[in-house]
């Protein structure tokens, strides 16, 4: 039995940072929307990579490496994304590092997003992200993403030429 016992005055005691709370209607409903939309795009890919549909018919060919015979910043993401779909997860991120990388942030939003949507747990730290972070940062992360896997696959291609 304690010998001591404190009461903290209301503006003394620590607020607990809730980790989620329950979403609204409205969350929910953009959650859905969203989950369904990467499963979708995945699906598509899933077709693409098992011969069902022709992937090129959609994204043509790529007019930079035609012009200057070197790789444009999006070559072979969808060779890479491919690859994710079909479990091949390490080759993907050899292929086209951006891409893989990109697919892995589309998973963690499905399923968080399947999470808000069918449960109703909406993750505070979403809202810090998108609403208190200045979107340019996002936008900026995702250049440097891309451009990241650019230079390896320009590295690798000029590599390959010099042999």
Known sequence: ???????????????????????????????GVMCLFIVGFFGV?????AGKIN???????????????????SCSM?????????????QSFYIQPAAALLC??????AFLAFLTACFGVYFSFIETIF?????????????????AGWAV???RALAERSR
């Open 1 to 31: 039995m304690p010998y001591f016992t404190a009461t903290m005055q209301t503006s003394q005691q620590t607020k607990a940072v809730k980790f989620y709370r329950r979403a609204t209607g409205k969350q929910r409903l953009i959650a």
């Open 78 to 90: 969808t060779t890479a994304a491919i690859a994710f779909v079909q479990g091949r997860i390490f």
């Open 131 to 147: 609403c208190r972070a200045n979107i340019k940062y996002i936008v900026l992360a995702l250049v440097v993403i891309i451009l």
């Open 104 to 109: 892995v942030l589309f998973v963690i939003s």
């Open 55 to 73: 992937l090129t018919r959609w994204t043509g060919g790529c007019g930079f490496k035609q012009k200057y015979n070197l790789p444009c910043p």
């Open 153 to 155: 696959t320009l590295a």
């Open 45 to 49: 890919l899933s077709l693409g990579g």
